[in-house]
């Protein structure tokens, strides 16, 4: 167990929809890093945060959007949802974001 | 545009063999690390390496970074059926627009 939780596990939706992706960093971190992984691209840097604040920013479509919060717990935020969005969507915390999360499923038809 | 190329993609080796995996770029990495993933799970951090020619052991596993912080080898000593999954080269780079970089993968099947 990595320390990071990730809600929910699984998802599925139909395209044009909206989801909300949840992540609680390790106890102490406060950084959290979001990934998309996905069989044709691999895994892929989306975005970090660092104690609410946007710290690096990688492939993230201006469809997703993402915060911290104080207690820093994280939010992806997935819009207009298309069927290439489907994917595991992890995310870390720690240094480097070394420690990942179990994912979320997002399946979309 | 995939910067960190890893190789080869799949193997498949006997119990017992040594194997070696590559993870190359053109870019210059702050620092790198390995992750072993299993299928539906997140990928788990083997080792960071941070030096120019740093090597690191971890039991079988032997990671060296390259000089010039541009490239990463993993070498499994007699590997085993517990060493099977997905590994997986991460990068982080001090500029450019893709601060964290993932590697192709290279899946590992060790056959008891």
Redesign the interface.
């Known amino acids: 167990d990595s320390g990071v939780t990730q809600t929910p596990k699984h998802l599925i939706t139909a395209t044009g929809q909206r989801v909300t992706l949840r992540c609680s960093p390790r106890s102490g971190d406060l950084s959290v890093y979001w990934y998309q992984q996905s069989l044709d691209q691999g895994l892929q840097f989306l975005i970090q945060y660092y104690n609410g604040e946007e710290r690096a920013k990688g492939n993230i479509l201006e469809r997703f959007s993402a915060q911290q919060f104080p207690d820093l717990h994280s939010e992806l935020n997935l819009s207009s949802l298309e069927l290439g969005d489907s994917a595991l969507y992890f995310c870390a915390s720690g240094e480097g974001g070394a420690f990942f999360g179990q994912g979320t499923r997002l399946t979309v038809v | 545009t ?1 910067l960190l190329e890893q190789s080869p993609q799949f193997l498949s080796i006997q119990e017992g063999e040594n194997l070696t995996v590559y993870c190359n770029s053109s870019s210059v990495f702050s ?1 790198l ?1 390995w ?1 072993r993933q299993e299928p ?6 083997l080792v ?1 390496v941070v030096t120019g020619g740093e090597v690191k052991k971890l039991k079988r596993l032997t990671f060296q970074f390259g000089d010039a912080r541009k490239d990463s080898s993993l070498h499994i000593t007699a590997a085993q059926p517990g060493d099977t999954g997905l590994y ?1 080269c ?1 990068g ?1 780079r001090t500029s450019g ?9 290279t899946r590992l099947k060790v056959l008891a």
């Open positions: 995939q620092s690390q992750y539906g799970e997140g990928p788990v951090l960071t997986l991460a982080a627009t893709y601060k964290y970089i993932f590697g192709t993968g």
